[in-house]
């Protein structure tokens, strides 16, 4: 991502914002409401950059973009640019909590209840085992750029199983739905909240308990994914000097059925965002006249 991609970004006088947009639907569906709102309630002109979770951290620093809407946990970003340089400042929860898991379409699980426990996985491998998977069990996740220790998991937990990127969440969604219609069993990582549970009903895997601090190292991690408060950050000269556009962000929180409400629009309805907003503003002024003040 280059400067040029964000000309309004930090523009000093002008009534313009630069939001982070991430690849998955729960954050463009943020993102999408957010904008409309600030174009046509508070008349910003918007401008979105999509870029992956750590690159957006660095352009968020250096102002290049202004906010980023929902992040799902970055301890060294944070450290580095909240705690010790301070370009970045905390702009509250979004309002949702997200999860992510190892999951198993519920139709398996049906005909197998064991498989939702880590420790009777590799009993099912050879049942997971794909193409792509190399003679062991596949374990699908998303693009590589997303919050993921499964590599790890897999080694540390001593199953029989073989990572594979889809790329996006697009592309695993396209393949979970094929898996679904075809009947087939199928281990992939997922997370909460995402509009399809309710297309393809999955179950999570248990894996061990989540402590605190289990996670601290990377290559060692063998416990689950944690439950994570969903949080904005922005920029912290756009903080001081946003003026309605950063005080409407800091105010933007809402519930996970929100989310999914407009995720569902873009994602399976196939609106554009912009209708999508459209739509969920029009039917749910309470909840968004507050984040304006009025």
């Known amino acids: ?3 040029e991609a964000s000309p309004f970004a930090n523009a000093r006088g002008a009534k313009t914002v630069t939001l982070s947009v991430q690849s998955w639907v729960g954050a463009q569906a943020n993102v999408a409401v ?5 174009e046509h309630e508070l ?5 979105t950059v999509q870029v992956d979770e750590v690159p957006a951290w660095d352009a968020l620093s250096q102002g290049r973009v202004d906010a980023i809407l929902e992040d799902w946990g970055h301890p060294d970003q944070e450290q580095r640019y909240v705690k010790d340089k301070k370009t970045i400042v905390g702009a509250g929860d979004l309002g949702v909590t997200g999860h992510i898991g ?3 379409p519920t139709y398996f699980v049906k005909e197998h209840p064991d498989v939702t426990d880590w420790k009777n996985l590799n009993k099912y491998a050879d049942r997971f085992r794909t193409p ?3 003679g062991k069990g596949q374990l699908l996740d998303g693009s590589p750029s997303y919050v993921t220790n499964d590599k790890a998991l897999v080694k540390n937990l001593d199953l029989d199983y073989q990572v594979v990127f889809s790329g996006s969440e697009a592309a695993q969604i396209t ?3 094929q898996f679904a219609k ?12 995402q509009w399809l549970f309710e297309k393809v009903p999955m179950t999570e895997v248990k894996l061990p308990a989540y402590k605190e601090g289990c996670d601290a190292d990377p290559d060692a991690v063998a416990c689950a994914y944690p439950e994570t408060p969903l949080q904005k950050y922005l920029n912290a000269d756009f903080a001081k000097a946003g003026g309605e556009a950063a005080a409407l962000l800091k105010n933007f929180r809402w519930t996970t059925e929100d989310q999914n409400e407009v995720s569902l629009l873009i994602a399976d309805r196939k609106l554009s965002p912009q209708e999508a907003a459209e739509k969920w503003v029009g039917e749910h002024e ?7 003040g009025t």
């Open 43 to 47: 008349g910003y002109r918007v401008d």
């Open 175 to 177: 393949q979970i739905k």
């Open 132 to 134: 792509e998977s190399g």
């Open 1 to 3: 991502m280059t400067k």
């Open 182 to 193: 075809e009947h087939k069993p199928f281990l992939t990582y997922w997370y909460t909240p």
């Open 102 to 104: 190892w999951f198993v």
């Open 286 to 292: 309470e909840t968004w006249r507050g984040w304006l």
């Open 34 to 38: 957010a904008q409309y709102l600030l």
